[in-house]
Each structure stands twice: as structure tokens, then as C-alpha cells.
């Protein structure tokens, strides 16, 4: 960093700050070298890109969430919200089918009902959380109940399923791909690019981690406290819907069990990835590592057969504990 | 217990040799300090002097790198975590590690409740507590939430706590920088009331005149090098401070240069009420440094949030420049030019987990913007001039701000307050708890300031600065104006006369 030149230059803590910093990479790369050594599959390119497709729809909410986070926010709506996204996109374009026709028209319509209904669900838990004065978490575990409890009613405790005609003109938007690259991960890879530079290079970013640090100091040093929250859980319910919409063509359904734990799962990757609970520091790399390795973890588990794959949440636990251990020991 | 005079009693609590060392820093070199019962023991220096780190070793919350520390006459070595309170050793930190949620009672038996089969005896806590009260002579309600009290009274609340463990020694750091004259009076004697029973008690202040009235020997650390121990008779305030820093202190507050007569009129304030603030109406003209005394809660603070738009303004009128306005949001009266520096720098100044540079912009982030971006080379000149303005002295610039002394803190956010070059400056206890040194630096750049055409608000509960910088001083009381002092009128007993209720000017409304 070029500071002042009365100021010394050297970190005196170097080594210790670095291992905070590469800490997560660290443990992806032994993650890697860990799948190589149990199955040469595991480097395979299909193999590769199948763990990064389906981790990038947790991959784009963790992103959302890595700002409400920082902000000193907690969102626990973004898996239910997922699934009643998932199931109004599927009616909307069902709905659509006669007057449009089987075709992209359907799609991309569907496609901007997402994106809207989730910017619509987190101006809904930002508003409550900021004007209604209540706290984050008990907004967020509200509409979880909410937002669960509408996809069943929706689905009558059943499927909602989009036509089938429907379904495969949007497949290829999960299962194909530019250059070899699934979609997913091309978007993901976009909106990690985008939130790492919000994050770190305007002021938005700088705004949420001021408001996580100290609530009281951003709001002495001019900032719209109230609005910066808010901007982070709209932030959020917008790429809730970016994730359903390539989640959707996956299956082409939802019911009431979409996106189960997704907020934890989203949630665990942000706090792997290096950002602090409590708010005030968060870093967009850092959380798509932290997905990388919750993804990695279960497809490793896959593809031994010396650990049953079903202790795959029991190795993330694991994980996560750990995680946040070693950014304590830190924190001196 | 009753020490006679002049008889030395053997130490109650001593180091001998102490040293300590952070990493490869070195904070203390082979100091020797020792305390006997019944005695008040002061500790100063200017901020980085090893004050707070000495403390720390005497408590047992820091071991040193070498040296030893005695008690009752054996070499012992404290335990960590302040668990050395069993052996009476107490330590009532600066920032008050109360927890806000709970009682008054809950507070003073806090970690070590009384149970009976294994159930919390609340009846006879608070009873406990009502008595450990009287004994202090202080009317605090043990059924009382700690958040609701005032700083004065938590600190009380420590202090009863503190006697209800047996305190034999008492740590105190900095006890007065938050209180106002009265409060620090109720202090002081709750301080001889301790003494007087055999409790001996280290304390750190800056008040150079409070060490004087309170202490019976003063221990003087400089870089963290022991300079002198001398008994309190032998000193002047001149004396000790030119101990703490090294050199004649001639000049602590420059020269003050009135505003002309015919200096325009740049804040204007009519009939203000809000939160705290029950009618005042003033003017501050350009170029001024208009003092703002009274006592703590007398409503100083709250005037200047009502004025910013940081809280709610009821009714009254304020004008800048002559033109009505209307502030909501600080951000509207960062804009006009009039920019308010908060005097909790810890709680509401500074994001302590950040490096200088965000702290420094947070402010102005706006004018370090390219095309949306942030531009950090921007902001590190910005943080290169303010550096070298205000003489911010920090190890790197990436450092925690929670990591730097009370002076550069406070200097950086003068610094951070100065990036929206405002023309009018409100500067809340500008120099609570920072070394005399410090003081002396910041009271220079305040008077450079009006001299530049700039205008300031001073509000400070230190009477010398109030009268050795101001030309005006307004003296609050229960959130109204009580007195308006000009040149000579501006002593301290004339403050107090108008801060206390005794003398007040008339209730017909004069407009300063």
C-alpha cells in the first residue's frame, strides 16, 4: 500500500496476515490434491465443470450474501426464496404459453419474472429490517416460513412443473455452454467479477463494511446507514433470481423442497471464505472459494468409497468450525 | 487500618525491573514502581508512554518480558485473565466493561453470585449491593439497567463493585476523562474514603491538576522509560509536565486573536429545542472559537447533534450565512460547509478494525470517486497530506486505528472531519484523554483554524481549555443557555457559578 511517507511501509505482522489471507485458498488446494490422490477422475474436465455448475447457484446467493453480511446483516430467507422464485417463474411462463407460443419469448419472460419477484422479496425483507426497525434475523426466519409455506401452497404440497415444451427450449441455458463452459459458470464467474469489484472499489462497498464495523460511525460520517442496508438486501433478492434462473432449467420444477439449506450453505461459504459474522470485512474471492470447497467436499465424498457420501454435511460442518477457529486465532 | 504519616508502610504491590515487549516492539524498560496501602499512587506520561501496559502487568492482564512483581512482601506472578482480583488487585478499565443489559446488582455480584442449592439468592444481592451503595454515599438503584445510568454512575457502580470484591489495590485508568467537575469531585472523595480504610489506589490521569489535588506520589513515564517518582508536595503542575514530555510546555495554548467586532454572523441559532435541548438560542461569528461549557448532560452534545441533523429538531431556527436551513441527514451539513466531530472517537469517530486510510475518506468518500471507482491513490494523498498536517503518527498505514494512542486517533479524526473542508467546525471534547503533548498540537491547529477565517465550536468539560482557548464561552445548564462569557468575565469560578445553577441570566430570552 502507498501510504504516507512518515509511515513505515512493513507490515509487522506479515506472516500471520498472510496466512489469514490465503488461509482458504490453502485448504482448496488440499482439497484438490486430496480428490487427485483418491480418483483420476477427479481432474477430469467433465468432472470439474459438473461441481462448478452446481455450485454456482449457491455460488451467486453467497455472493449476495457475502454484502448483507458485511453490512452486519444476516439473510435466512434465500433458499425459500429460491423455491417460490423457481415456482412462480414456472407458472408465469405456463401461464404465458397461450398467448406467446412455445419459445424463447417464454423464457426470457420467465427470466425477468425472476430476477423481478427476487428484487421485489429483498426490498420486502430490506424494508421491514430498515424502516420496520426489526431485527435481520427474525425478518429473514419470517419470510423463510413465508416464502416455504407459498411454494407448497402453490405447488398443493406437490410439483410445480413447466411445460415440457417449454423445458426444452430453456435447457440449454444449465446444460449448454460457451467455448465448453456451462452457462452457470460463466454467470457466476461474471457476478463474482462484478461483486468483487462493488465490493472493493466503489463506494457502496466501503459503505457496507463501514456499517458492519460500527453502525454509529457510518451514520457520524454521513452515510445513508438505513439505505446502504436496504441496497444489500434488494442486492441480494436480485441474485437469488439470477441463480434460479439457471437453476430452473435444470430439473424444469419445484416443489416444496427447492432449495432446502441453501441459506446455510450460502451462509457457510461466506464465512469460509473469510468474512467476518459480525460484519465489517468481507471479500467476494473468499466466498467463492469457500462454495468451491463446500461443492468439492461432497463430490470428493462421491467419488471414494471408503466414507459414506452421506456424512458429506458432517465434512462441511467440520469445515465451517474450522473456519472460523483459525480466523479467531487470528484475531488477537 | 490507619497508616501514620510520614512512616513508610512496606509496598503493598510492587514491580521491580519491569520490562515488556510486544513481538520485537519494546513498550517498558526495566521499570520500578511500588505502592503502599492507604496510598494514592498516580502514574502519567504523554499517550505511548507504557502508561496502560504497566497496568496491565500490576493487574496480571499482561505478563512482562522480564522483571518481577511483588505482593505482601513475596515475588509473585499474577495470574492472567483478571483473575489476580481474587488477591484484591482490581483493575476499572478506561473503557467500563460493564455489561449494559444488567442490573446495578447483577454487575456487582457479576462471576461470582451468590447461590443457595444451586439458586441465585437475588433477594440478598441486592440487599448486599444497597449497603456497599451507602457506604459510598452514592443513591443508585441496585434494580437499576446499567444502560440506563449515567457515565458517572457506572463508574460508581465499578467502584462498588471493585469494594465488594476487598479490593485492596485499586487500577484506575483515566477515571476522570469522562466526568464532569462534580462528578470527578464525588470521585475524589469516594477515592479518600478508600484510602482512608487502607485500599490503595494507582491511578492515570492527564489532568495534571487533578493529580495534584488527589495523589500522594506521582510516578512519571516517558517512552517507556521510567523518568522520576516523586511525593506530590514536591511538584508543581509545570514540574510534571515538563516531566512528561521533555521540554518547557511554555506556550500550551497560543495566543488567542478576537474575531473583528464587525465579523459576520456565520451560525445562527433561535429558540433551538430537541432531544436534550429545552430553548437556546446563540451566534457563532467567523472566525471564532466559541466555547461551549457545562456539566455532562447538560445538553452541549445534544445541541450540536440537533444542529447537524444527526437528531430530531423540534422547533427553533437555524441560519448559515444569514439563510434558513434545514438539516435531516449529516450528510446536508457536511455539504453546507459545517461539519460535527464527535467526542466518542471509539464509538462513533472511527471504524477501530480499519486501517487509517478508509477512516481518513470515510467521510468524503464522494470526492475520491473516478467514473464511479474508487480511486485509492487519491485517497492515499489525502492520507499523505493529513499525515503530515496533523502529524499522525502511526506504524503503517494498514494498521488497525483500534491499535494507535488516544492522540493519534483523535488527530486523525480531526483529520478525517477536516477532508470536507468545512468553514464551521463543532469539535465535541476535542482533547478528552489525550497527552498533553497532543493537546498542545491540536490546540494550535484550532487556533490556526479561526485565524484561517474558519469557525469553531469548542465544547469541552476541561474549564482551563474552555478559558485558555475561547473567545466566547456559552455555559450550559439542563439544556438551556445559563450564561454568555466574554474576556475577562471567562474564569473558571464563573463558569461553575453558571454550569451549577448558582448565577443565571435571566429568563427573558437573550439572544447571544
Keep these: ?332 | 487500618m490507619i497508616i501514620a504519616q510520614g512512616t513508610p508502610a512496606p509496598a503493598i504491590l510492587s514491580a521491580n525491573r519491569i520490562s515488556k515487549s510486544f513481538g520485537e516492539i519494546p513498550v517498558l524498560f526495566s521499570i520500578d514502581f511500588d505502592i503502599r496501602p492507604g496510598e494514592v499512587h498516580a502514574i502519567i506520561g504523554e499517550n505511548g508512554a507504557g502508561k496502560s501496559t504497566l497496568i496491565k502487568i500490576l493487574s496480571g492482564i499482561e505478563q512482562p518480558t522480564s522483571g518481577s512483581i511483588g505482593f505482601d512482601g513475596q515475588t509473585v506472578v499474577l495470574p492472567p485473565n483478571g483473575a489476580a482480583e481474587s488477591m484484591g488487585i482490581v483493575l476499572i478499565h478506561q473503557e467500563q466493561n460493564l455489561a449494559e443489559h444488567l442490573t446495578v446488582a447483577d454487575s456487582i455480584f457479576l462471576g461470582r453470585e451468590l447461590k443457595k442449592f444451586g439458586f441465585l439468592e437475588v433477594g440478598e444481592m441486592r440487599k448486599r449491593a444497597r449497603a456497599v451503595m451507602e457506604t459510598l454515599h452514592v443513591r443508585i438503584d441496585p434494580d437499576a439497567r446499567i444502560n440506563t445510568l449515567s457515565v458517572a454512575d457506572k463508574q460508581m457502580v465499578e467502584i462498588a463493585k471493585a469494594i465488594s470484591r476487598d479490593a485492596r489495590v485499586l487500577i484506575m485508568d483515566e477515571p476522570t476523562a469522562v466526568l464532569s467537575v462534580g462528578e470527578t469531585e464525588t470521585l475524589f472523595e469516594q477515592i479518600r474514603r478508600l484510602t482512608a480504610r487502607g485500599v490503595a489506589v494507582i491511578f492515570i490521569s492527564h489532568k495534571l491538576d487533578e493529580i495534584m489535588e488527589l495523589a500522594d506520589r506521582v510516578t512519571v513515564l516517558r517512552d517507556g522509560q521510567w523518568i522520576a517518582t516523586v511525593g506530590t508536595e514536591a511538584l508543581t503542575p509545570d514540574s510534571i509536565a515538563q516531566m512528561m514530555v521533555g521540554r518547557e510546555l511554555s506556550n500550551l495554548y497560543p495566543p488567542k486573536h478576537e474575531p473583528d467586532v464587525d465579523a459576520p454572523v456565520v451560525l445562527g441559532v433561535r429558540n433551538l429545542v430537541a432531544t436534550g435541548v429545552k430553548d437556546i438560542s446563540f451566534d457563532l461569528r467567523k472566525g471564532e472559537i466559541l466555547g461551549f461549557a457545562g456539566l455532562i448532560g447538560s445538553g452541549r452534545t445534544a445541541v450540536a447533534e440537533a444542529i447537524v441533523g444527526l437528531s430530531h429538531r423540534d422547533s427553533g431556527e437555524i441560519t448559515l450565512d444569514g439563510k434558513p436551513v434545514n438539516f435531516t441527514r449529516v450528510a446536508q451539513s457536511v455539504e453546507a460547509g459545517l461539519a460535527y466531530m464527535t467526542k466518542d472517537r471509539k464509538g462513533k469517530g472511527l471504524l477501530l478494525n480499519m486501517g487509517l486510510r478508509p477512516n481518513l475518506t470515510l467521510l468524503t468518500l464522494k470526492r475520491h470517486l473516478k467514473a464511479g471507482f474508487l480511486d485509492t491513490a487519491s485517497e492515499s494523498r489525502a492520507l499523505e497530506r493529513a499525515v503530515r498536517r496533523f502529524d499522525i503518527r502511526a506504524r503503517d498505514a494498514t494498521v488497525a486505528v483500534g491499535r494507535l494512542s488516544g492522540g493519534n486517533q483523535q488527530k486523525l479524526m480531526l483529520g478525517k472531519t477536516m477532508e470536507s473542508e468545512p468553514d464551521i467546525i463543532i469539535m465535541d471534547e476535542p482533547t478528552r484523554g489525550i497527552d498533553v503533548g497532543t493537546k498542545q498540537q491540536i490546540y494550535h491547529i484550532i487556533a490556526a483554524l479561526a485565524a484561517e477565517g474558519k469557525s469553531i465550536i469548542v465544547i469541552s468539560s476541561e474549564m482551563q481549555e474552555v478559558i485558555g482557548l475561547c473567545h466566547r464561552v456559552v455555559v450550559m445548564r439542563e439544556g438551556r443557555l445559563a450564561g454568555l462569557l466574554e474576556g475577562a468575565e471567562i474564569t473558571e469560578a464563573e463558569i461553575m457559578r453558571y454550569a451549577a445553577g448558582i448565577k443565571q441570566s435571566g429568563h427573558d430570552e437573550r439572544s447571544v
Design chain 1, 1 to 332: 500500500m502507498s501510504a504516507a511517507s512518515d509511515i513505515s511501509e512493513k507490515p509487522k505482522r506479515g506472516f500471520r496476515l498472510e496466512l489469514k489471507t490465503v488461509g482458504p485458498l490453502l485448504a482448496l488446494l488440499l482439497l484438490v490434491l486430496l480428490g487427485i490422490s483418491l480418483n483420476e477422475n477427479f481432474l477430469s474436465y467433465s468432472n470439474l465443470t459438473n461441481v462448478l455448475a452446481r455450485s454456482s447457484f449457491i455460488g451467486i446467493i453467497a455472493i449476495g450474501a457475502t454484502f448483507v453480511i458485511t453490512a452486519g446483516g444476516i439473510d435466512l430467507s434465500v433458499g425459500s426464496m429460491a423455491a417460490v422464485i423457481a415456482g412462480l417463474m414456472i407458472m408465469v411462463m405456463n401461464w404465458l404459453i397461450p398467448t406467446m407460443g412455445i419459445g424463447w419469448g417464454v423464457v426470457l419472460a420467465g427470466m425477468l419474472a425472476g430476477i423481478l419477484l427476487g428484487g421485489v422479496a429483498g426490498t420486502f425483507n430490506g424494508l421491514m429490517i430498515t424502516r420496520g426497525r426489526i431485527e435481520a434475523f427474525i425478518v429473514t426466519l419470517g419470510t423463510m416460513g413465508i416464502f416455504r409455506s407459498l411454494v407448497t401452497f402453490l405447488a398443493n404440497g406437490g410439483t410445480l412443473s413447466l411445460n415440457f415444451d417449454v423445458a426444452d427450449v430453456y435447457r440449454p441455458v444449465y446444460y449448454d455452454g460457451l467455448l465448453g463452459v456451462p452457462y452457470p459458470i460463466i454467470v457466476f464467474a461474471l457476478v463474482a467479477i462484478g461483486g468483487e469489484i462493488l465490493m472493493r472499489r466503489t463506494a457502496f462497498g466501503r459503505h457496507c463494511a463501514a456499517i458492519g464495523s460500527n453502525e454509529q460511525v457510518a451514520r457520524y460520517s454521513s452515510i445513508n446507514v438505513d439505505n446502504v442496508r436496504l441496497l444489500t438486501y434488494i442486492l441480494q433478492g436480485l441474485l437469488v433470481g439470477v441463480a434460479v434462473l439457471l437453476y430452473v432449467p435444470r430439473l424444469g420444477s419445484a416443489s416444496s423442497t427447492t432449495g432446502v439449506l441453501w441459506e446455510l450453505e450460502a451462509i457457510a461459504g461466506v464465512i469460509i471464505g473469510g468474512t467476518t459474522l459480525k460484519g465489517g470485512y468481507g471479500r467476494i474471492w473468499g466466498t467463492v472459494v469457500g462454495v468451491v470447497i463446500l461443492g468439492l467436499i461432497g463430490n470428493i465424498l462421491n467419488l471414494q468409497s471408503l466414507i459414506s457420501p452421506y456424512l458429506n454435511g458432517a465434512f462441511q460442518g467440520v469445515i465451517i468450525i474450522l473456519a472460523v477457529l483459525l480466523q479467531r486465532g487470528k484475531r488477537t
